[in-house]
């Protein structure tokens, strides 16, 4: 049976999800709930003298718990899995995830909920990678760390209860632009087959003359243009990213890459770096999905907890990897209402 055969409904599609759809209605410009003001009494006029009370800003639940272990350090990084509640004895489908962060910042601690969410609602156990950053570790010394991480999967992933047969690739940001680098090298001879790739608002391109750059690089929502040149100039450390592939992947080759998911940010300065990577699939002829939040900012897969619109990004990213991975066990994804 062809694993990838459901992703295979996605080709082509573009989907801009905005702030009209049902799980940002109500929200303000970035998808946050909107506070009111007598939610935030006041002894002078201007000073909150406490947070808004949970009436007007509604946390979600929070995360259930997950099997977490540690691993072997794959190659020169350490790697820690993350697995759904354990209702078969059967090897577990593998999501390999790289952290956001330009290559220079956060760790599998700073994304430890969105690891336990994907693993819950997939129903795959997911390895974090913990590879090094810049600029003490510059590149390519990241893509050789997530290439070995893949392999290390391949080889002593069933000795540890993984499906080194069924392997996703996924990651947002700079994680994003290093597992695509991952699913672009294992189309070679001899390396690990990888059967999906899972992008959050990937960094793929050293181009910051792009209409999306242009429109939120300000910093209104976060992420600017000047603290992205800043992310490549330590990661490349003076490599010219148009003579290699592996630093800019919206450059290589893309054909015979497995199914692609794309989910990008509206209100993000590298929308269009996920934009253009889907015009190069279809070129390509690769299955592809692209869905663009049009209320979210850059990094929404990490506030889940906050807003409701991210959450439901990441519950259609697992259920993509569920579909994707071919997993049985229903019962470790709870999608929500």
């Not at 336990?116 to 570790?137: D, F, M």
């Not at 991210?310 to 993509?320: E, I, P, Y």
């Not at 990897?321 to 049985?328: E, G, H, K, M, S």
């Amino acid at each position: 049976m062809d694993q990838c055969r459901t992703p295979l409904r996605f080709t082509r599609s573009i989907h801009w999800i905005r702030r009209s759809s049902p799980r940002t209605r109500g929200c303000g410009r970035w998808g946050w709930p909107r506070p009111t003001l007598s939610s935030c009494p006041s002894p002078r006029p201007g000073r909150c003298r406490s947070a808004p009370t949970p009436s007007s800003i509604r946390m979600l639940r929070p995360c259930p718990r997950a099997t977490w272990w540690e691993r072997d350090r794959p190659g020169r990084c350490r790697c820690a899995s993350i697995a759904p509640p354990a209702t078969t004895d059967e090897p577990l489908p593998v999501l390999l995830y790289f952290h956001g962060g330009g290559f220079a910042l956060n760790s599998i601690d700073t994304h430890d909920r969105l690891h336990r969410l994907l693993a819950l609602r997939s129903g795959a156990a997911v390895l974090a990678v913990a590879y090094s950053k810049a600029p003490e570790h510059r590149f390519p010394h990241q893509n050789e760390e997530a290439l070995a991480a893949l392999r290390w999967i391949a080889r002593h992933g069933a000795d540890y209860g993984l499906d080194s047969a069924r392997i996703a690739v996924g990651g947002d940001s700079a994680g994003a632009n290093l597992a695509l680098g991952v699913a672009l090298a294992a189309r070679a001879p001899g390396e690990p087959r990888v059967s999906f790739a899972l992008l959050f608002y990937g960094m793929f391109a050293h181009d910051f003359h792009t209409l999306s750059h242009k429109r939120y690089g300000d910093g209104r929502y976060g992420l600017t243009t000047a603290r992205m040149r800043w992310y490549w100039e330590r990661y490349l450390g003076g490599v010219e990213p148009t003579r290699d592939p592996r630093a800019a992947p919206l450059l290589a080759d893309l054909r015979g890459l497995p199914p692609v998911l794309l989910l990008a940010a509206g209100l993000d300065c590298l929308r269009d770096d996920s934009v253009r990577l889907a015009e190069r699939l279809a070129a390509a002829d690769v299955p592809y999905a692209l869905s663009v939040y049009d209320s979210l900012p850059h990094s929404f897969a990490v506030l889940t907890r906050l807003v409701e619109a991210a959450d439901g990004a990441v519950t259609r990213a697992a259920l993509a990897v569920r579909d994707a991975l071919a997993v049985r066990d229903a019962l470790a994804v709870r999608p929500l209402p």
